[in-house]
């Protein structure tokens, strides 16, 4: 009798140190699982926060460069269809940590992409910049040249009507 408890004891602690090991590693993961997700979370702020200046600069040219305007839409489009996907990745990971990681994967070349988007967009707007100040001084010497056209006439015509005057008297 003391035999048969002792087996059904010692049974019993063996499922219960084999549950526990697998609780623990479960657990395990899922906290690495949760730091992953957090960092992918910050890392998507970020981008956010400099999508978010990008697009500030960009409406304050909206005016001078049209184009410029499609480019940053179609970006922008990009962007959203990522941060759906990356939304999506978020729900297939409460089911399965493996998906979560492939999903990471790709929020990752999406936040590169944005990256490398965002630095041809300032260079643009640099360049956009430059040009506007080149043609704003460009109009400037020619209203100044103009006006010294029109002084420069107005002298000539002044001088023929004296002239025409004097001999007109002679």
Known sequence: MYSKAYDMYSKA??????SYDMYSKAYDMYTKAYDMYS????????????????????????????????????????????????????????KAYDMY?????????????????????SKAYDMYSKAYDMYTKAYDMNSKAYDMYTKAYDMYSKAYDSLFLFGYLI
């Open 101 to 121: 990681t492939k999903a990471y994967d790709m929020y990752s070349k999406a936040y590169d992409m944005y990256s490398k988007a965002y630095d041809m967009y």
């Open 39 to 94: 960092k992918a979370y910050d890392m998507y702020s970020k981008a956010y926060d400099m999508y978010s200046k990008a697009y500030d600069m960009y409406t304050k040219a909206y005016d001078m460069y049209s184009k410029a305007y499609d480019m940053y839409s179609k970006a922008y489009d990009m962007y959203s269809k990522a941060y759906d996907m990356y939304s999506k990745a978020y729900d297939m990971y409460t």
């Open 13 to 18: 602690y063996d499922m219960y140190s084999k």
